[in-house]
Structure formats: structure tokens, C-alpha cells
């Protein structure tokens, strides 16, 4: 099959496609309706557990979220269905009432293994993508939960593509408090601890 390429194009055809295989795992890949279905059977029980824990919505106006790179407000529909009671509170106050809770951490770490561990590392210690669990951030407005969630929302340079309509706002949140769980720089730089 391979007689007429030479050995240097044969090697840089394999690389092509393993780098292909291996950026593919920096957005997550929508799942069959099968495993769709059976993950929200089981995962619709855990997040209603969750929710419960999330103290009474906040009231008053939502936030002005914007992107990361473009400034632009985000469009929050994103197919994903409607908001949790998390994602409405954390619209309102910015902050991630995810950010304490054990459980939903733990889950936190499972959507991150599956969905962002390729780029930046399963321990968020950094490969093709930055580190996410020192005090150095290639957007500060990151050190807030709000800036956060812009920048995984709606993206940012290089191959960090949007992850709106990927994964939903409530797996973001989740995601956003594994990645506090295993910070370990100064906690006075830890502006997402402070409650406004």
C-alpha cells in the first residue's frame, strides 16, 4: 500500500494522523443517542442531588459575560437545554456555587479527563495547553469564576475552540471546580475563594 511513498512522508503521514487523533480529544465529542441517553438517566439523578445542595437563585440581573477574544457578548443558546438552578444562581452572582462541593468536584475531574485532560494535562499540569492549577494565567480575568467560564464558553487563542454547545453550562461550572480543587498557588491570588 505504501510502495510508492518514501519512509520520510510514511512517518509524517502517521504523525499527521496521530496529532489528529490526539487534538480530537481537546473538544469533547458529542455521544452516540444511546450513551447520551443512559449517561443523562444516571447523571440527571446526581445533578438534581447537586442542585439541592445549591443554596435558594440569587436574584436581580444577570451578568454581562463576554468573550475572552472577541469582547462580544456570549449567546447563551446553546442547545444544551435549560439552565440548572446552578447556572442561573452563578449567572447572577459570578461565582461558582460548585466550588465547595465534593461531589460535584469529583465529577468535575471526570468531564475534564474526558474533554479537556488532552490539552492541558490530567492533572491540569500543562501539555499542548496551559497549565490550569498554578497562579500564572494567560488571561488574568481567569482568576474569577466568571472569566473562567468566558474563556472555556467562548473560547480563546490558539486551539482552546469554544466549548459552547460541546459540553453544557452546568458540566462547565463542574469542570471550573475540579480545576479550583487542585490549585496550588498563593491563595491570597485566589479571587474565586472571595465572595463579593
Known amino acids: 500500500m505504501f510502495k510508492?511513498?518514501?519512509s520520510a512522508n510514511v512517518s509524517s503521514l502517521l504523525a499527521a494522523l496521530l496529532m489528529m487523533?490526539?487534538?480530537s480529544g481537546c473538544n469533547a465529542a458529542p455521544q452516540s443517542p444511546a450513551a447520551a441517553s443512559?449517561?443523562?438517566?444516571?447523571?440527571?439523578?446526581e445533578v438534581k442531588v447537586a442542585a439541592n445542595k445549591v443554596e435558594e437563585e440569587a436574584s436581580g440581573p444577570q451578568l454581562d459575560f463576554r468573550g475572552t477574544i472577541s469582547g462580544e457578548t456570549l449567546d447563551f443558546n446553546d442547545g444544551k437545554g435549560p439552565?440548572?438552578?446552578a447556572v442561573k444562581k452563578f449567572k447572577v452572582t459570578g461565582h461558582n456555587p460548585y466550588n465547595e462541593d465534593k461531589e460535584v468536584i469529583n465529577r468535575g475531574y471526570t468531564i475534564f479527563a474526558t474533554a479537556c485532560s488532552g490539552c492541558h494535562g490530567h492533572l491540569a499540569e500543562g501539555k499542548l495547553g496551559p497549565a490550569l492549577a498554578d497562579d500564572y494565567w494567560t488571561y488574568p480575568k481567569n482568576l474569577t469564576d466568571k472569566g473562567l467560564f468566558e474563556t472555556l464558553y467562548g473560547g480563546a487563542e490558539g486551539m482552546m475552540g469554544p466549548q459552547k454547545g460541546l459540553i453544557s453550562q452546568d458540566e462547565m461550572l463542574q469542570i471550573m471546580s475540579w480545576i479550583r480543587s487542585v490549585y496550588s498557588g498563593d491563595p491570597k491570588k485566589a479571587k474565586w475563594l472571595k465572595k463579593d
Request: aromatic content about 12%; cysteine-free; charged content about 25%.
Open 21 to 23: 487523533s490526539y487534538l
Open 4 to 6: 510508492g511513498f518514501k
Open 83 to 85: 439552565d440548572s438552578p
Open 38 to 45: 443512559a449517561d443523562k438517566t444516571s447523571g440527571n439523578q
